[in-house]
């Protein structure tokens, strides 16, 4: 019955927010202004999505430590660790939002945060990865501390770079909750925290509020510490391929990305619109052909993986498919 009230009040809470929202953005005067360049709105869009989402996610927290309902959170330090690393996160990215911080500072604050966070909470350590089709199991040692580090520096760019056009991110954020919550990974937790995200994706449709740069890397905060955390303390585990598998498309675009600009001789981290779904878009002209394209691309890995088929399979054939798509988009868009 207390979940039940509790996601009354979370429903109603945003409800109001969304009903409102016209009215608090004018009080909350924080925009993401088009700059004809990166930005390619047409007018000013609030940029408090993704302090909407750190609110429900302090209130859900909170209010499951009071109503003791420790079944359906994490457990030990980690929700400690969702929230501050979360939160440092999101500052982090909500500053860059505001003041449009450099590529060196942006990761230079993320590595230090991380680096201090799993100091403090060494329990966010990967001490090892499982490989599905190998029986042997790899041990970090050492290198245990740096691994934990760039996976969520890599993670909270890769999520990044995957929020270019409406919906994109909120949709595929949807979709890895659902993996966790059809796994029983602390499915309340996920259904209660997706609450505010179907009032966000609304918004976020008719272009009226952006997650910006720091719900990105908050919703990187809780994708990467749930997949250490179900790691560490369930038997149905994902293995390490198959977290690579949901996540293989916005690390692929990634690393496409910082190779070509790499070779152009700018900074890996500088934005540009190379993007998977600018490049899409550039050839539809129509946001929800781009969606439509994009998450479908996004989703099909982890569905051929569901229906059984090997990761190095289908690891092989993403690759195959994700390229000739870049390559036919780059070749149309030219000629």
Same mark, same amino acid.
């Given at each position: 019955?207390?979940?039940?009230?509790?996601?009354?009040?979370?429903?109603?809470?945003?409800?109001?927010?969304?009903?409102?929202?016209?009215?608090?953005?004018?009080?909350?005067?924080?925009?993401?202004?088009?700059?004809?360049?990166?930005?390619?709105?047409?007018?000013?869009?609030?940029?408090?999505?993704?302090?909407?989402?750190?609110?429900?996610?302090?209130?859900?927290?909170?209010?499951?430590?009071?109503?003791?309902?420790?079944?359906?959170?994490?457990?030990?330090?980690?929700?400690?660790?969702?929230? %501050?690393?979360?939160?440092?996160?999101?500052?982090?990215?909500?500053?860059?939002?505001?003041?449009?911080?450099?590529?060196?500072?942006?990761?230079?604050?993320?590595?230090?945060?991380?680096?201090?966070?799993?100091?403090?909470?060494?329990?966010?350590?990967?001490?090892?990865?499982?490989?599905?089709?190998?029986?042997?199991?790899?041990?970090?040692?050492?290198?245990?501390?740096?691994?934990?580090?760039?996976?969520?520096?890599?993670?909270?760019?890769? %999520?990044?770079?995957?929020?270019?056009?409406?919906?994109?991110?909120?949709?595929?954020?949807?979709?890895?909750?659902?993996?966790?919550?059809?796994?029983?990974?602390?499915?309340?937790?996920?259904?209660?925290?997706?609450?505010?995200?179907?009032?966000?994706?609304?918004?976020?449709?008719?272009?009226?509020?952006?997650?910006?740069?720091?719900?990105?890397? !908050?919703?990187?905060?809780?994708?990467?510490?749930?997949?250490?955390?179900?790691?560490?303390?369930?038997?149905?585990?994902?293995?390490?391929?198959?977290?690579?598998?949901?996540?293989?498309?916005?690390?692929?675009?990634?690393?496409? !990305?910082?190779?070509?600009?790499?070779?152009?001789?700018?900074?890996?981290?500088?934005?540009?619109?190379?993007?998977?779904?600018?490049?899409?878009?550039?050839?539809?002209?129509?946001?929800?052909?781009?969606?439509?394209?994009?998450?479908?691309?996004?989703?099909?890995?982890?569905?051929?993986?569901?229906?059984?088929?090997?990761?190095?399979?289908?690891?092989?054939?993403?690759? !195959?498919?994700?390229?000739?798509?870049?390559?036919?988009?780059?070749?149309?868009?030219?000629?």
């Amino acid at each position: 019955m207390a979940i039940l009230y509790l996601s009354l009040f979370l429903f109603f809470l945003n409800l109001i927010i969304f009903l409102n929202f016209k009215n608090l953005t004018t009080k909350i005067s924080l925009f993401d202004t088009p700059d004809e360049k990166l930005k390619k709105h047409k007018k000013p869009v609030s940029i408090i999505g993704g302090l909407i989402i750190l609110i429900n996610l302090f209130l859900i927290i909170f209010f499951l430590e009071i109503l003791d309902l420790d079944y359906v959170m994490f457990k030990g330090n980690f929700s400690y660790i969702i929230v %501050i690393l979360g939160t440092t996160f999101f500052f982090i990215g909500f500053i860059d939002d505001l003041k449009n911080l450099s590529p060196n500072i942006k990761l230079s604050l993320l590595l230090i945060s991380i680096f201090l966070i799993t100091l403090l909470f060494p329990e966010l350590k990967l001490k090892n990865i499982k490989i599905s089709f190998l029986e042997q199991i790899y041990f970090f040692n050492n290198f245990s501390f740096i691994f934990t580090i760039l996976s969520f520096a890599l993670l909270a760019n890769a %999520i990044n770079m995957f929020d270019g056009i409406n919906l994109q991110l909120i949709f595929f954020t949807f979709f890895v909750f659902l993996i966790f919550i059809l796994k029983g990974f602390l499915p309340i937790f996920f259904i209660l925290i997706s609450i505010c995200l179907i009032f966000l994706a609304i918004l976020n449709y008719h272009n009226k509020v952006f997650i910006g740069d720091g719900g990105c890397y !908050l919703i990187s905060v809780i994708i990467g510490c749930t997949f250490i955390y179900q790691y560490q303390n369930y038997d149905n585990f994902l293995f390490g391929d198959e977290v690579f598998i949901i996540l293989i498309i916005p690390a692929m675009d990634m690393l496409r !990305l910082f190779i070509f600009r790499i070779v152009r001789g700018k900074h890996p981290f500088k934005g540009d619109l190379k993007h998977l779904h600018h490049l899409v878009d550039k050839l539809t002209k129509n946001k929800n052909y781009t969606i439509l394209i994009t998450l479908g691309l996004s989703v099909f890995p982890s569905i051929l993986m569901v229906v059984g088929l090997k990761t190095y399979l289908i690891l092989s054939l993403s690759f !195959l498919i994700y390229l000739t798509l870049v390559l036919l988009l780059e070749y149309r868009i030219k000629s």
